[in-house]
């Protein structure tokens, strides 16, 4: 008896059953070729490290905004930052050793707001007696500037200080610099989005973890010798940015005191 050949169904089920085995088995069976670690990505994972750099450096320069957030190590200081930036200004919080206090910056205007501990506590210090706990002048005047936003001159000491805490040139161009020979690191995820970490002299430098999808922006960097981890996050989305009102300012009277935490 003569079989009959094999139909069409069985011939693409034939056919489909490699297909499916080489699927499954496609990270251990080098014949049917390996998982690519780039698909579905911005392809900026197959460049090398200089090129990623680059960039980055120029996504982060053609974006209008961004929020930068955490630890940087400063002149013996640490600061925790919280800081919403674009090129007209920016709004957010910087916290130091022994106080917190918010920043907004509108173009050149530039104002202050903090709890009444802080006024207090700078009182004193701007006194010369640091150890010496704020007198009753002091919590009078200092609770009259609670929660309430000073306006700082510009010809002010700490003007251009606290300034940079808000401009975003300023910080991006400052803070996002890797150190020594660049190479690739590991991919890895940075709020679910998928990076590349390509480091400075080997991770001694510092490291910066680049987005894989979409634009790739820096969405974490680590600097140079244990001074901070920061990240980036909302990339182009806008904020409003708008000087406070009369009700909520008011006038400090004298120079901002210099602080040393």
């Given at each position: 008896m003569t079989a009959l050949p094999p139909g069409p169904a069985a011939r693409a089920r034939r056919?489909?059953?490699?297909?499916?085995?080489?699927?499954a088995l496609a990270a251990a069976v080098t014949g049917c070729g390996g998982e690519d670690p780039d698909a579905g990505t911005n392809g900026v994972g197959k460049l090398e490290a200089p090129a990623i750099e680059a960039k980055a450096k120029a996504a982060a320069d053609g974006a209008n905004s961004v929020r930068l957030a955490g630890t940087l190590v400063s002149k013996g200081g640490t600061y925790k930052l919280n800081m919403r930036l674009k090129k007209a200004g920016g709004i957010g919080s910087v916290t130091s050793k022994n106080s917190t206090f918010e920043l907004l910056r509108v173009e050149d205007a530039l104002y202050l707001k903090a709890d009444a501990d802080f006024w207090a506590t700078a009182d004193s210090d701007d006194k010369g007696d640091a150890s010496k706990p704020p007198g009753e002048d002091d919590e009078t005047a200092a609770n009259k500037l609670d929660d309430m936003y000073v306006k700082i001159p510009d010809d002010d000491p700490a003007y251009k200080q606290l300034r940079g805490f808000t401009d975003m040139d300023v910080l991006l161009d400052g803070l996002l610099g890797l150190h020594g020979k660049l190479s690739k690191g590991d991919r890895d995820s940075i709020e679910g989005v998928r990076t590349i970490k390509i480091l400075g002299g080997d991770?001694?430098?510092?490291s910066l973890d680049v987005s894989l999808e979409g634009t790739p922006y820096p969405l974490q960097f680590a600097r140079a010798g244990g001074a901070g981890v920061l990240t980036l996050a909302d990339w182009g989305e806008d904020f409003a940015l708008e000087a406070p009102s009369k009700e909520e300012t008011v006038d400090y009277g004298r120079q901002l005191p210099r602080r040393s935490d």
């Open positions: 056919a489909a059953l490699p297909v499916a085995l080489c699927a991770g001694n430098g510092g």
